[in-house]
């Protein structure tokens, strides 16, 4: 069975490839909209069965998710449907909550690093201090603000955690078909780099581009590019080549992180988290947010992201401790 699981994976791949290509713009955005939201919602239902993959008690990392999300999309909220006013009292310190939202993602990575090593109470106080001294310096740097606020809960989280995942995996079952996927899914965006590319084969309806621009997910290949020094981060063009390269690798990290999860069904058996309440409560929940989604695209996003951040925060033991397993396994 597993090795079905790790065939489906590599046709994955390619799928996701191929789609990326062919719909770059669409894909992502329609990936984003229908199975992000079922993705965030069943993976924090199936993290919470497994107590976040922490030591401490289940709810302390709950709430600090929560907190952390708040803190990131609140500011948004606010800002998108009343605007800013700055002699506005409420204004004036979502303002200030919306510049250290950063500083909370980074300070919950690190958070997750100490919990999956830290074990004595002294040792988590001087991890905290050093956490907040660390963000007030780092907060005010453009490359922080870059790597921490748009390229960790995107591209870190959906593609490289992503391949971790699946690494740690391969190593556990050592399935020679599952490092083929992971060697796909690391040459698919080699070959977006070098495959010719002709702007004129591509036209994406205003819609699309609209919904991009005006949440701003261009922000996602911008930033990227910028940090790759490959532009200088100051405009997006949609017939570009190197936009159109860009938006094919976000697309197929986006679609393939999400039906990478929907296939885990027989290996990590997240399905089985669910009970018939709690399956009745994600479907319901999920086809109201499709419905923001279909009703106006930007409410939906809004509404979506909150879950987007809170799973990707409520991951992050998850992910550290793939990686300290991948090194615990070498030594063995």
């Keep these: 069975m597993k090795n079905k699981i790790d065939l489906l994976n590599v046709f994955l791949v390619l799928l996701c490839g191929t789609l990326a290509y062919f719909f770059p713009l669409k894909v992502f955005l329609l990936s984003f909209a229908i199975l992000g939201p079922l993705h965030y919602l069943t993976e924090i239902n199936w993290l919470n069965t497994n107590n976040y993959f922490t030591r401490s008690k289940k709810k302390l990392w709950l709430i600090?998710?929560?907190l952390t999300s708040l803190i990131v999309i609140v500011p948004r909220l606010y800002f998108e449907f009343l605007g800013r006013n700055n002699s506005d009292f409420l204004s004036i310190f979502l303002l200030k909550i919306n510049h250290w939202s950063n500083g909370a993602i980074f300070f919950c990575l690190l958070l997750a690093v100490g919990s999956q090593f830290i074990k004595k109470q002294r040792d988590w106080g001087i991890l905290i201090l050093l956490t907040l001294l660390g963000t007030y310096f780092l907060n005010r740097l453009e490359t922080f603000t870059m790597i921490v606020g748009v390229l960790i809960p995107t591209i870190v989280h959906v593609y490289i955690f992503t391949l971790l995942f699946m690494l740690y995996g391969a190593k556990k079952t050592k399935s020679k078909v599952a490092y083929i996927s992971i060697v796909l899914a690391l040459v698919v965006p080699i070959v977006f780099t070098f495959i010719p590319i002709d702007p004129d084969n591509y036209s994406f309806s205003d819609y699309f581009k609209s919904a991009l621009i005006d949440n701003h997910l261009h922000r996602i290949p911008v930033v990227f590019s910028k940090l790759l020094g490959l532009s200088?981060?100051?405009?997006?063009?949609?017939?570009e080549v190197l936009e159109l390269r860009m938006m094919m690798f976000i697309s197929f990290i986006y679609l393939y992180h999400y039906l990478n999860w929907f296939s885990k069904t027989t290996t990590i058996f997240w399905h089985k988290t669910l009970t018939l309440k709690r399956s009745?409560?994600?479907?319901?929940?999920?086809?109201?947010?499709?419905?923001?989604?279909?009703?106006?695209?930007?409410?939906?996003l809004l509404a979506a992201l909150f879950f987007s951040f809170l799973h990707v925060v409520l991951e992050f033991p998850l992910n550290i401790a793939s990686i300290k397993s991948l090194f615990i396994s070498n030594k063995k």
Aim: charged share 10%; net charge negative; aromatic share 34%.
């Design 64 to 66: 600090i998710g929560v």
């Design 232 to 239: 200088d981060g100051s405009s997006f063009f949609f017939y």
């Design 280 to 300: 009745a409560f994600i479907g319901s929940f999920w086809l109201f947010l499709l419905i923001l989604f279909y009703c106006d695209f930007k409410i939906g």
